[in-house]
């Protein structure tokens, strides 16, 4: 594989479940917390469009990773990936599934039902503008409710819990309600090692009541919140620290971060500089309830 370089834990050998695709390095949002653009991680935006790696380069180095990896899916993200709507339609088809993860301020695209958007946003009007920027979460709201009858991909919006949207996620739920998402999903902010910044818990002790109030929030919303009760029991204490010292991710989960001219492996797939007790990400927690964490003869917890 010519444009896909794998270092650290990431085999040639190996098959994962999922890859994680970075296809641009180009962002029309500069988000407090985005983790793509922390120091240390390959995220240097071209100069010029037409310098960021072609589209056909793309599709041929991730046909080479379908064939060697296996993935049943495929999560693109950048920057922001319907900066590369070209790309995206030819891309979805290689993969037996596709999530496209975006920020939601430009309409979305009917790509078939084998793809799923997760449309990003962290809280009420003015908490998430604090983040994301003036007037986006009106933007992003519109074209939720503007998703056509008819449209086939699947729609669901994302809030990343940090300590200081907590307390105000029940105002996010029912606003996301009236609009045509069909559901949501709540991960957790992931900090830099050494993080004591506004987003950050000290401890996973200290989350715990952030994710209480997920769980309270899934059981007042049935068939709404779609974190399953099992990835929330294993982000609550002692559970969390089990579960991301033996991290389901790393075996299962191949990120691919676009450098220059080639896709370049990150330590994980929220990039270089994390702090991993204290991670709270919806792929970790969500691949240990599903692969059995806790339960006897399975793997991870005992």
Known sequence: MNRVRLSGAYREDAEYQIVV????????????????YRDGNPNEAP???????????ILEALAEVKEHHH????LWMGGEPLLRKDLLAEGVRIFPQSTITTNGTIPLVDLGPRVLYVVSL????DLNDRIRGRGVYQRVMKNLRAVPEGFVSQ???????????????EELVRAVRE?????????????????????????NEDRAAAVREVMRLKAETPGFIRN????????????????????PAQANVL????????????????????????????????LAATLGYGHPRAPGLA
């Open 155 to 169: 729609v669901q919006v994302q809030c990343v819990v940090t300590r200081r949207n907590q307390d105000r996620l």
């Open 255 to 286: 990120p691919l971060y676009l450098e220059g001219d080639h896709f370049t492996t990150p330590f994980c797939c929220y990039g270089n500089d994390v702090d991993c007790s204290r991670c709270g990400a919806w792929v970790v927690f969500h």
């Open 47 to 57: 100069a010029r469009v037409g310098d960021e790696l072609g589209t056909a380069a």
């Open 122 to 125: 962290d809280g009420p009007e």
């Open 71 to 74: 993935p049943a899916s495929a």
């Open 228 to 247: 399953s009760t099992r990835s929330l029991e294993l982000m609550l204490p002692p559970h969390a620290a089990a579960v991301t010292a033996a991290c």
């Open 21 to 36: 695709i970075n296809v641009t390095n180009r962002c029309n949002l500069t988000c407090e917390h985005c983790f793509v």
């Open 179 to 203: 609009t045509r998402a069909g559901w949501m999903t709540f991960s957790f902010y992931v900090p830099r090692a050494h993080d004591t910044g506004g987003d950050a818990w000290d401890t």
